[in-house]
């Protein structure tokens, strides 16, 4: 029988899926918006509803499927396939049994992963880190989110550890939504780029964000908006990324500080957008935190693209001997 | 034929060495003034004369010794036993073949390891981590060195790997001698809070911190002096001693926060001096940095005490079987 394996990566916008084969090449593919309803239930909906869209792009039935792996935003327990908690997905405020609920609909073995989790351990398994002993994957989205991967595994600790986003970088410094003063995040995170835009109009600067917003056709200052407002010499745009491109090299340093990895992989909607130019610019700007400047791991691109998430969520699924 | 090891400790103020059992029992030892004349002649000489004295405190001549371990402060090739780099040490700016020379005077094998590296498998092996998977420990002396501990086994990385006192956390803060900003060990380290207690000094603040180091008769701020200063009330060393464990914690959570391990563990001059109630206001001052504030591990203290950097030297030489 034919083996094939279903990724779905649940962003708080979107949803993608993928049916990969054996060798993880992708077979078919969907994207669905993600619905803003209360409850979970519209969610779930779209999630199986994304899941038989790939698979008929792929031409098996969802049964069919050896496996489905999902890559949630939030706290995840892997072991029951429990959603514990996903702020930035309506309806996923408390613990919901997202695994089971998809496995008896679509009728074959669900496993639920940290959508960070999975894209790294793509990275790791198929990208960027695929020859690489120890990295840290940052995934800059609208949280930056990250995985530590030591002596080719991911790194667990008691079950928590990748919070580089939420490291302290400036003490007293800007608050992120959590309350939080002074972490990467809260300088790097594009929704708090996005208040930071907000505030700095109604400050009185000037910025073509929000146009390019509304041209585009967007509720939220997107990747894609930031990247082209960069790309027309916008000023706050500029000083935005800047300020967000030193503190993650500021966190990235601390990790290399402490961890001497091999290399800093960076993904996610933004990194993976503005690419290897602003991860250059993230290198250069590790320096003055670096203990050995001298010895700087190289900042790669994540190399699965917009696909690395869900393609790494099917790596949740084992092959079948 | 007795088994025994010597162990030492390489500091920027005294040559600590021990005689070790095999059960790691201390049977002997010796403390020595690290000399301050230029080249290193005379510190080689000074380590010579430790291990001499500990050998005899234990009965046994030093070529009968199975070895000698060396914990030095700085860079540290351990495959060749070269001393790459130690600026508290004078005389120690070049590479010098420490354990060659060392084993040529002494007639036993001789290796070399970083002083908190050895401090830190001290406790690992024989101290608060020997029942623990995983911790951070932090060295707060001079300096703050580290070492990272996973699944029972230190953390190298590409070989630097520990360096938590040079992560920033405080970006454009105050300077340590090499130039960097903001770090932990620019706020913690008790050459930086002696450079502090002088300017507030100059700047006409009152304090009794220098008149106990005369009264002591040390002719710098040692550990006892920042204890015995803080027991008196002495505000300004409450004030700087305050402001050190708000850093150390905040680049402890920083490193809970990626990796998750299970403890914290403080030892080094001042943290082992100030003992469990410093070691509880830094686990105190951890929360607001914790993403996790609810699951915030212990903060121990080093078990093993003054003689552990000497008895952690020890472990760098293995069992004969």
Redesign the interface.
């Known amino acids: 029988m034919t083996h094939r394996i279903c990724g779905v990566d649940l962003g708080g916008t979107k949803i993608e899926a993928v049916v990969v084969d054996a060798e993880h090449k992708v077979r078919g593919k969907a994207r669905i918006q993600t619905p803003t309803a209360d409850g979970p239930g519209s969610v779930v909906e779209a999630i199986i509803e994304a899941i038989t869209q790939a698979a008929a792009d792929a031409r098996v039935k969802p049964s069919e499927l050896s496996g489905v792996g999902i890559g949630a935003p939030g706290a995840v327990d892997s072991e029951t396939g429990v959603l514990t908690r996903a702020p930035n997905i309506p309806g996923f405020e408390q613990p919901y049994p997202l695994a089971e609920t998809i496995s008896k609909a679509v009728g074959c073995p669900v496993k639920l992963g940290n959508d960070v989790g999975v894209a790294v351990r793509g990275e790791l398994e198929l990208g960027a880190g695929r020859e690489l002993q120890?990295f840290v994957g940052i995934w800059w989205g609208t949280g930056v989110g990250?995985g530590?991967v030591?002596n080719r595994k991911m790194?667990?600790?008691?079950?928590?550890?990748?919070?580089?986003g939420?490291?302290?970088?400036?003490?007293g410094g800007l608050a992120e939504p959590?309350g939080?003063?002074g972490t990467m995040e809260a300088y790097a995170g594009r929704r708090n780029m996005e208040t930071r835009a907000h505030a700095a109009v109604e400050a009185g600067r000037e910025t073509n964000l929000f146009a390019l917003m509304e041209q585009i056709g967007k509720k939220r200052l997107s990747s894609r908006v930031w990247q082209e407002s960069l790309e027309s010499g916008d000023e706050l745009a500029a000083e935005l990324v800047g300020e967000a491109i030193?503190a993650i090299a500021?966190a990235a340093?601390?990790?290399v500080?402490?961890?001497?990895?091999?290399a800093i992989i960076l993904g996610g909607g933004l990194g993976s957008r503005f690419g290897q130019p602003v991860a250059d610019r993230v290198a250069v700007a590790m320096q003055?935190?670096l203990?050995?400047p001298e010895?700087s791991?190289p900042v790669m691109v994540a190399e699965l693209g917009d696909l690395g998430g869900a393609i790494g969520a099917s790596l949740l699924i084992g092959k079948q001997s």
Chains 1, 2 share one sequence.
Do not use: C, K
Request: net charge negative; hydrophobic share 45%.
């Open positions: 120890h990250s530590v030591l790194w667990h600790g008691r079950g928590a550890a990748g919070e580089l939420h490291t302290v970088i400036q003490r959590s939080m003063l030193d500021a340093a601390n990790v500080n402490i961890l001497d990895v091999e003055p935190y203990f050995l010895s791991p």
